[in-house]
C-alpha cells in the first residue's frame, strides 16, 4: 500500500540522502503527523546472557538473537517478516508488545520511544500494540470461557468499556471474527484450531488497539482452515484500519497478506521492500535461495525453475561470524565478506536506477536474480475468482461448528 | 506390485462411539515409485500407513477389514513374530518429528547400528563402523566424530537426515515418510527432500510420502492419493492432477493455497471443518463443504469413478469438475 513511499527511509546508515535526512529528523524526535510512520524501530537488538559459574556467575558470551533490526510500519499496511527458525522474528515480536526488553536500539510509536517507558505511561501505549501467538492451543487458557478470555483486556484498561457494556462488546468482537456470539460461555477446548484462532483475533482487537503484531497466526492450522483465518486478517485490516507486523516462515501467505516484507537471517534484516521487489526481484543471496527453496504446488515448476540448495545449516547465534553474516553458507562469498559487515541499504548498483531492484539489500555483491516462476511459465491456471457468496467462510465455520461441536 | 492395499477398514473405539478413521482405502505402490498421501489431519493418512507398518496401537485401534499385500503375501494374516521380520528389513518408517523418535540417552552410533546388531547378528564394533558408513551416505559432515554424539547435539535437519539413514540401513523395498519435512526450514526441507528422492532412486525402492503440503508433493511424486475423511477421493498421476482436479475437495485445496508468483485476490476458503469421525455425514462425506453437493451426495456414498485408465474420482460429479475449469 505505502511501499512505492520513500522504500528506503531510515533502513540503513549509508543510504541515499533521503535517508540521511529522514534520519535526521526523527533523531530530533519530531512530533507525530499523519502520514509518518506509526512505528519506526531502530537498530533493535536482544542479547541473552550466557554465564558460567553458580555463585559468581561470570558472562562468558551472548546469543545475539536480535542484532539491529530497522523497519518503518505505515498505518493500514502489513509488513510482514519472514526468516527461518531461530533467526529473530519472534523475538522481534516479542520486544513490540513489550514482552521482552530490548538490549538496545528503539521501538518508537507515533515518535514516541515506547521500549524506555514504564508503569502508567506504557499501559496507555500496550493499548494499542496487541498480539496474536502461534498456537491456538496453549495461548488460550482451558479454564476461562471464550467470553472471560476475549474480555479480560478489559480488566486492565478498563476505560475502554465499562463493566455492564463488555459482555455485549465480547458478542460483537465474537460477531466481527465470525463466531457465534452464542458461545460466549463455551471453553476453548469446545473450539477447532482454527476458530480458537479467531478467538486469538477476537481478544488482539478488543481494545482497539492500531497495530496487531501476528506471530506466526496460521501455521499451526489445515489448509483449508488457513485460508479461512488468512481472509478474516484481511478483512479485519480493511474494517479497522489496522496495521500488521505478520510474522511468518511460509513466503507464499507472507506475499498474499503484506504490502512490504523483510527477510532477516540470523537477528538481522538483510533485505526488505514491496512485495513485488522481493519476491520478484529479490538481489541478496538468502532471499534468493528462500524463496528457490519454496516448494510450488505445480510440478511443470520442477523444469522451470533453477533451485538453489543451500549447505550446512544457519550458525549458532551465540557465534555469528564475522563480516556477513550468511557468508557461511553463500555461493557468493569472498574475503570482503569475511571482513566488513553489509548495510542495508540500496546496493550502489541500482541507486541511480529506476528498477524493482533498488531497494534495501545487506549485499556486497548483490545482483537480481528471478527465482520464482511465474505464471506464464507455468501450465496451472492461478487460483480462481473466490466464490461469490460473500463471507462464507466465517459463517460456514461458525454454523459447522454448532452441529460438530457441542458437547 | 510390492504393495497394495485392498479395501482396508480401521476404527478406534473412543467414549464418544467408534471413530472410523479408515473406510475402505485402495493404493498401490511399485518399485521405484512415489506415491503421494495428500490429505488434513484427521483424514485417516497416517493411520492407513501405520496398518501397513504394523504398528497401530490396538486397542484402541482395530483393522476392520481388507487386505495389505506385501510382495504379493497378505500382511494381516501373519503371526506377529513373521511381521516383525518384515518391519526394518523390507520395510521402514520415517518420523516427522526426528527428536521424538531418537532416545534422547543413546548415542546416534548405537541406534543406528542396533539395527545391524538386531537384524544382522553383527558385532558391536561392526555395527559402529556401519553406522559411520550410513552417516556418510546421508551426508552429514565429520560422520567419524559425530557418531557418538546424542540426538540433541545435532540440528533438526541432521536428526531428520539420521532418521533416514536408520530406515535405509537395511535397504528395505519399500519406505513410508510420514510429514518428513514438515517440522524443517524451507531450506533444509530441499536438501532432505533431494536426499530421499537420490537414495530412492539408488536403492530402487517404493516410497510412500505423507504430507499435507501440496507444494512438496509436486516436487517429487509420481502419483497422488487425496484422502477425506477416511477415503481416498482422487487419484491421478501427478501432472494430471494440478492440471485439472476431479474432485471438488483437491480443487478447493488446490485453490486455497496463496501463491508465491502472484499477490492474490481474497483466498478461496473451503467452508466449514472437516467432519468428526465418529459422526461421518451420510452420502458423501465432503458433501457438507461442497460447492456442488446435490441431493445424490448427501444419499449416496459415491465409488471411486474411473476417470480415465490412471485415475478415479470419488465424486458423483466428476465430469463436471473436469469441465468447470
Redesign the interface.
Known sequence: MHADRDRSAGTGEGAVGSTLLSKAREDAAAPYTEGDPILQVRDLAKHYPLTQGILFKRQIGAVRAVDGVDFDLYAGETLGIVG??GCGKSTVAKMLVHLERPTAGAIRYKGEDISKLSGRALKAVRRNIQMVFQDPYTSLNPRMTVGDIIGEPYEIHPEVAPKGSRRQKVQDLLDVVGLNPEYINRYPHQF?G?QRQRIGIARGLALNPEIIVADEPVSAL???????V??LL?RLQAEFNLSFVFIA?D???V???SDRVGVMYLGRIVEIGS??EI?DHPTHPYTQ???S??????????EHRE?I?????VPSPANIPSGCRFRTRCWKAQERCELEVPLLAVPAEFRLVDTPARHDSACHFAEEKHV????AE??????????GDGE??G???AS??GE??TP | MLLEVRDLYVEFHTREGVAKAVNGVNYSVAEGETLAVLGESGSGKSVTAQAVMGILDMPPGKIAGGEILFKDQDLLKLRPDERRKIRGQEMAMIFQDALSSLNPVLTVGEQLGEMFVVHRGMSRKDAKAKAVELMDRVRIPAAKERVGQYPHQFSGGMRQRIMIAMAMALEPSLIIADEPTTALDVTVQAQVMDLLAELQRELNMGLILITHDLGVVADVADKIAVMYAGRIVETAPVHEIYKAPAHPYTKGLLQSIPRLDQKGRELYAIKGLPPNLTRIPPGCAFNPRCPMAQDVCRSDVPPLYEVDEQRRSACHFWKETLDAR
Open positions: 527461518e527458525s477447532s482454527g489445515d489448509v483449508s482452515v488457513q485460508a479461512q488468512v481472509n484481511d516462515h513466503l507464499s501467505i506475499r498474499h497478506i512485495d513485488a519476491y535461495a528462500l524463496l527453496a519454496v516448494p510450488v504446488p505445480d510440478p511443470t515448476a520442477r533451485r540448495i543451500l549447505h550446512g545449516d520464482v516462476p511465474t505464471e507455468l501450465e496451472i491456471p492461478g487460483p480462481a475468482e473466490a466464490p462464507a467462510p459463517d460456514g465455520e459447522e461448528a460438530d461441536e
